[in-house]
């Protein structure tokens, strides 16, 4: 399963990559900015997106958009950020975002996010 990382800070997709290697899934792209992701994307598909909310060149939410209207629902979308008003969830999740994280967050409960976004390996 190949995760898409997308977040401007070097240090929280560090931190995203190092809870998704403990969790049994090292295959992964990183991308800066929204921007970069879409290329990223474009380039090579990927099972699920992990994406921040506020970055510079194109910020998540406008990203989620563009990655809805260009490649369709069936990528599972899960923004992790420091917007925790309800409204902010609402319109991310109108946008096409698939589950939600407030940063800062523990790494049980991205791996609990991540478990309810990823279908199950079959046994």
């Known amino acids: 399963m190949r995760f ?3 977040d401007d800070s070097s240090t929280m997709r560090r931190i995203i990559v190092n809870t998704l290697v403990k969790i049994g899934h090292e295959d992964y ?3 800066p900015n929204g921007r970069d992701g879409l290329d ?3 380039a090579a598909p990927v099972d699920v997106i992990i994406t921040d909310w506020n970055m510079p060149e194109m910020n998540g939410l406008e990203f989620v958009r563009a990655v ?7 990528v599972p979308i899960l923004m992790v950020t420091t917007n925790a008003a309800r409204d902010d969830i609402v319109e991310a999740l109108r946008a096409g975002v698939t589950n939600y994280v407030v940063k800062p967050f523990t790494s049980s409960t991205l791996r609990e996010k991540i478990d309810a976004i990823v279908p199950a390996k079959p046994a």
């Open 4 to 6: 898409l990382i997308v």
């Open 40 to 42: 990223r994307l474009a």
């Open 68 to 74: 809805r209207e260009q490649h369709g629902p069936d």
């Open 29 to 31: 792209v990183e991308a």
